[in-house]
């Protein structure tokens, strides 16, 4: 998934009429954007967002210094389209506490590089899901059977968790399991259980003096070499040194 995806972007003083076949999620970063969609105006500012429906004529404006978190959602994805439904009638949001967290991260990451294909991937579902607080929003079979997997994977990531494991528990055939992967995350359940262990050993080895080799078996690792092998891999870093980098930032 591209990084492209989401920016944070600028708009002019003057109104500008505008459509696009893609969904498109607009969040508040600095100042204000008038914005009108469909015919029912409203404003883009702290604590309240916009969801344009694909398709949907819209013309915006905001005066002054201003910067907006722009998400351009392709269809069928997140399942995007069925999340789009509870916005025909009104595209303002609240942005409740939970959302505004992710929304922060995004805006203090995207001011300095891009997010990675793997972080935009679990953001994105996390904003979704944090948008959908409060919205007659219904999850469809996909992503109940992801976030049963997602879950399954976090509660046994100490152990040897095989696919068939991950499989069962979100109620889906194995290839099945793989395509809802590919499409939702774009990657596989077993490249996702890396991911979560990986973020598992970076938390505690920030946040506990537990010794590395603990960690490693925590974390579904094995051992401190396997653990460190991984690190390397994945974040071109060992495990001492990736302590010493989030201690020295505290």
Avoid: C
């Avoid at 972007?9 to 914005?35: K, M, S």
């Avoid at 604590?47 to 915006?60: Q, R």
């Avoid at 929003?137 to 046994?156: D, G, Q």
């Avoid at 991950?166 to 590919?182: C, D, M, Y």
Wanted: proline letters at 4%.
């Amino acid at each position: 998934m591209s990084s492209n995806l989401v920016s944070i972007r600028n708009y002019r003083a003057e109104a500008t009429l505008h459509r696009h076949d893609h969904h498109q999620i607009v969040l508040p970063h600095v100042g204000n954007l008038e914005l009108e969609v469909a015919g029912r105006a409203g404003r883009v500012e702290q604590g309240v967002g916009a969801f344009i429906v694909a398709g949907a004529t819209h013309a915006f404006l905001a005066k002054g210094t201003n910067g907006f978190l722009v998400i351009d959602l392709p269809a069928r994805r997140f399942d995007s389209d069925q999340f789009a439904q509870s916005f025909d009638k009104n595209a303002f949001f609240p942005i409740e506490p939970a959302a505004q967290g992710l929304l922060d991260y995004a805006s203090a990451t995207l001011e300095r590089t891009k997010l990675s294909g793997t972080t935009l991937a679990y953001w994105m579902m996390l904003l979704m899901d944090g948008i959908a607080q409060g919205r007659p929003v219904i999850p469809s079979s996909e992503i109940l059977a992801l976030k049963r997997a997602m879950a399954f994977m976090r509660n046994h990531a100490s152990q040897p968790i095989r696919v068939t494991d991950v499989s069962s528990a979100a109620g889906l055939s194995i290839t099945r399991l793989h395509a809802v992967f590919r499409k939702h995350y774009g990657q596989s359940p077993h490249a996702a259980l890396v991911h979560l262990r990986v973020e598992a050993a970076q938390e505690l080895l920030a946040r506990t003096n537990l010794s590395i080799a603990e960690i490693a078996v925590r974390t579904g690792h094995g051992d401190q070499s396997a653990l460190t092998r991984r690190l390397r891999l994945a974040l071109g870093a060992t495990p001492a040194a990736l302590r010493r980098a989030a201690r020295s930032r505290a």
